[in-house]
T-cell receptor, first 115, second 112 residues
């Protein structure tokens, strides 16, 4: 089975530009999560969706960040305008809702550098 | 103070050694305790999870949870060079399901 697929794997852009990160969750998974990983702050949850609906966006750092999930197989995280402090690795993860515990499965991330 | 504390390492051990990785936490509401392994330039992958207190064993890996001390451990027996990675603990409470709180990760190097 294909895992969580993220694109692009690497993104380098100048500050002020719009950045769009993409994620395809594992088929059949009900939950989708966006995380950011930095050396200083570690792995932080930004936002998560259940059945395409945003449930908790309290981790989104600023209004410059937005996330959408137009359907069960696609989500985007957008930064506009981007700033150098947004440089990080952004991970998408998905999981399936069941009675028991279901772990989150992570993609390999997008390494974002804002110059 | 962070909710989850983890020594960043690096921890360097010879092949075959027993490795002990630890996390402490402050939120008594945490009920699920996970260990993720992250190789360089890859996403975290779940190694083990434990519900509430106790031990869980899977091959060379053993996870322990001591809720009275707010302390969790991961033991790796007969460590291999392929175990070299960053190990992240993560925790989740029942009242905020699906919100994982991660430790900062411990970098492990197993020397051949």
């Amino acid at each position: 089975d294909a895992g969580v697929i993220q694109s692009p794997r690497h993104e380098v852009t100048e500050m002020g530009q719009e950045v769009t990160l993409r994620c395809k969750p594992i088929s059949g998974h009900d939950y989708l999560f966006w995380y950011r990983q930095t050396m200083m702050r570690g792995l932080e949850l930004l936002i998560y969706f259940n059945n395409n609906v945003p449930i908790d966006d309290s981790g989104m750092p600023e209004d410059r960040f937005s996330a959408k999930m137009p359907n069960a197989s696609f989500s985007t995280l957008k930064i506009q305008p981007s700033e150098p402090r947004d440089s990080a690795v952004y991970f998408c993860a998905s999981s399936r809702q069941t009675d028991g515990y279901q772990p989150q499965h992570f993609g390999d991330g997008t390494r974002l550098s804002i110059l | 103070q962070k909710e989850v504390e983890q020594d960043p390492g690096p921890l360097s051990v010879p092949e075959g050694a027993i490795v002990s990785l630890n996390c402490t936490y402050s939120n008594s509401a945490f009920q699920y305790f996970m260990w993720y392994r992250q190789y360089s330039r890859k996403g975290p992958e779940l190694l083990m999870y434990t519900y509430s207190s106790g031990n869980k064993e899977d091959g060379r890996f053993t996870a322990q949870v001591d809720k009275s001390s707010k302390y969790i451990s991961l033991f790796i027996r007969d460590s291999q060079p392929s175990d070299s990675a960053t190990y992240l603990c993560a925790m989740e409470s029942m009242d905020s399901s699906y919100k994982l709180i991660f430790g900062s990760g411990t970098r492990l190097l197993v020397r051949p």
